[in-house]
């Protein structure tokens, strides 16, 4: 059973321009969720999805910052108009509907460098 | 102040040593306890997880849950030169679905040979 897979594993976007990120959970699971890891700090929620409807995203920029999860094919984190700020490891965790204890996996992880 | 609070190490230790690792949180609503481990530039994987007081025992890992301190533990027997990596506690509350982790910042173990 393979994991949560993210791609790209590295993105290097320029100031201005669109990042684009992408989630394919754990097979059965149907609830995503994004995460953002600076250096030298834990992760912090951004989003929580299920298919075609966001759940929380309180921990989500108001501005340049988008998330989805259609019916069909992965979860996209989109940043418009990155800044140095935005660059961060992305991290992206699924669960399974009938979780017990909220556990949630994660994939490898997007590592955007804003130049 | 931060809702988990973590030591962010460095935690250097002897091969074959027992390992305390622990977090701190503010929120009295948090109901389940995991804890993950982060190899550098890797995904967190999943250790162990915990809900409300009491403890839980796997293999060379022991997780245990205070309450009433708001304080949860890890710890690693017989610690290897392989679980050198960064520990990172997370908690939720019970909404009785799924819900957003809150982590703590990780601490950072070096098993020395």
């Known amino acids: 059973n393979a994991g949560v897979m993210q791609n790209p594993r590295h993105l290097v976007r320029r100031r201005g321009q669109e990042a684009r990120l992408r989630c394919s959970p754990m097979?059965?699971?149907?609830?995503v969720y994004w995460y953002r890891q600076l250096p030298e700090e834990g992760l912090k929620f951004m989003v929580y999805?299920?298919?075609?409807?966001?759940?929380?995203e309180s921990g989500m920029p108001k501005e340049r910052f988008s998330a989805e999860f259609p019916k069909e094919g992965p979860s996209i984190l989109r940043i418009q108009q990155v800044v140095r700020g935005d660059s961060a490891a992305y991290f992206c965790?699924?669960?399974?509907?009938?979780?017990?204890?909220?556990?949630?996996?994660f994939g490898p992880g997007t590592r955007l460098t804003v130049l | 102040q931060k809702e988990v609070e973590q030591d962010p190490g460095p935690l250097s230790v002897p091969e074959g040593a027992i390992v305390s690792l622990n977090c701190t949180y503010s929120?009295?609503?948090?109901?389940?306890f995991m804890w993950y481990r982060q190899y550098s530039r890797k995904g967190p994987e999943l250790l162990m997880y915990?809900?409300?007081?009491g403890n839980k025992e796997d293999g060379r890992f022991t997780a245990q849950v205070d309450k009433s301190s708001k304080y949860i533990s890890l710890f690693i027997r017989d610690s290897q030169p392989s679980d050198s990596a960064t520990y990172l506690c997370?908690?939720?509350?019970?909404?009785?679905?799924?819900?957003?982790?809150?982590f703590g910042t990780g601490t950072r173990l070096q098993v020395t040979l």
């Open positions: 965790a699924s669960s399974h509907d009938r979780n017990t204890y909220n556990e949630q996996f």
């Open positions: 097979k059965g699971h149907s609830h």
């Open positions: 999805l299920q298919k075609e409807n966001i759940i929380d």
């Open positions: 929120n009295s609503a948090f109901q389940y």
């Open positions: 915990t809900y409300s007081s």
């Open positions: 997370a908690m939720s509350v019970n909404t009785g679905t799924a819900s957003k982790l809150t």
